[in-house]
């Protein structure tokens, strides 16, 4: 008998968020090695900074929740360098022997998102007017470029084992890890501080949370010993 089936429709929400809880801790799982647990929570460090950011700019670019030149204000400038230095500081490094497979992998898995990006670069820059849905057509490739890259970045840290990679040291980890979560928040606050109606405020409470979530898991691996 499955989990759902003997929990029962009134234990559902409890189990869901057990679920949940278990898959915003990674570094909890079964391991063979600490190793293998960082390597996990670096690719839980991807999946966080890339739906953070994607967060924050798509509500600033494509929303009025708050002002426009936000966008490129001093604050978000700082807080996305905090989460993108942090992002570096916690990602694996391709071992010498892979440097060759792993950039050809991840050559192969973003041409398609970065064709999409290029030929919305050369649109948005040729001298010709363009009908509404054109416009709203390059919006929307533009977006989903972005969002497909960020998709491939967190399949190809989540698919390398730890024979082509070497996961970054606990202290590393740690650090980038307490970056990107202050990256994070920063950019959640500002959002929250800045927002005129509710689709800014979920937005930054939702950065907020991803920090959180980083905080967390940096508290996961200080606990935890190999098993």
Sequence with gaps: MGEA??????????????????????????ADSMAERRRRVAALAVVVTAAGWLTAHAVLELTG??????????????????TFVGFLLAVPVPRLRSVVRLGLL??????????????????????????????????????????????QAIRTVADVDLTTVAVPSPRRLRLGLWTTAAGLAGSGLTL????????????????????ATVNGTVHDLTDLRPT
């Design 192 to 211: 929250l501080t800045a927002s005129g109606n509710l689709t800014g405020v979920l937005a930054g409470a939702t950065i907020l949370t991803l920090a």
């Design 5 to 30: 089936e003997r929990v029962g429709w009134r234990g559902m929400p409890q189990l869901v968020w057990a679920v949940a809880g278990m898959w915003l801790h990674p570094a909890i799982w079964p």
């Design 65 to 82: 929740a708050v002002p426009r030149g936000l966008a490129h204000s001093w604050r978000l400038t700082m807080c996305d360098t905090l």
């Design 106 to 151: 991840a050559v192969r898995r973003i041409a398609l998102p970065v064709g999409i990006g290029a030929g919305v670069v050369f649109v948005v820059h040729r001298d010709f007017a363009v009908p509404a849905v054109v416009k709203l057509a390059v919006v929307a490739a533009w977006w989903l470029a972005l969002t497909m890259v960020a998709g």
